[in-house]
């Protein structure tokens, strides 16, 4: 990929390589992404017209988000596994859960799946609900 970059900092680098990436079927930009675009973008500007001190802050805050929307992320995923491991335990109890017509029911645990959904309970009833529909364990 070569850019030639003259007084606009870069940018046109930055708009093709985030179409590359996306080409490539990458649709999100990580913090690596990000920091890559950056570090091109100010080695790449012209020395008579530096970037604009506003526009860089703008940026390196965008920057900060997109590192803390990647921790909040890792957060994420450390809950889910704890609410896998948590929703194992509730097989063999009896429930109380409310069904998709928005009747209170109640009925023993017989399975946990994990699924692209999240975490459901398959009931001895025949029921497959997602385990916050569980109001009460017994």
């Not at 690596?32 to 703008?58: V, W, Y």
């Amino acid at each position: 990929m070569s850019v030639t970059s003259t007084g606009s900092a870069g940018y046109s680098l930055v708009n093709e390589t985030f179409t590359t990436e996306r080409a490539a079927g990458n649709t999100l930009l990580g913090k690596d992404e990000f920091l890559k675009i950056l570090i091109t973008q100010l080695s790449n500007q012209d020395p008579l017209e530096p970037l604009n001190q506003a526009e860089f802050i703008g940026q390196m805050a965008q920057f900060a988000q997109v590192e803390q929307t990647a921790n909040l992320n890792e957060k994420v995923d450390t809950l889910e596994g704890y609410l896998r491991f948590s929703s194992a335990s509730l097989v063999g109890s009896n429930v109380s859960f409310v069904d998709y017509d928005g009747y209170s029911r109640d009925s023993k645990v017989e399975a946990v799946i994990f699924d692209g959904n999240g975490v459901s309970l398959k009931m001895e009833s025949g029921f497959i609900i997602p385990v916050d529909r569980v109001e009460r364990i017994s």
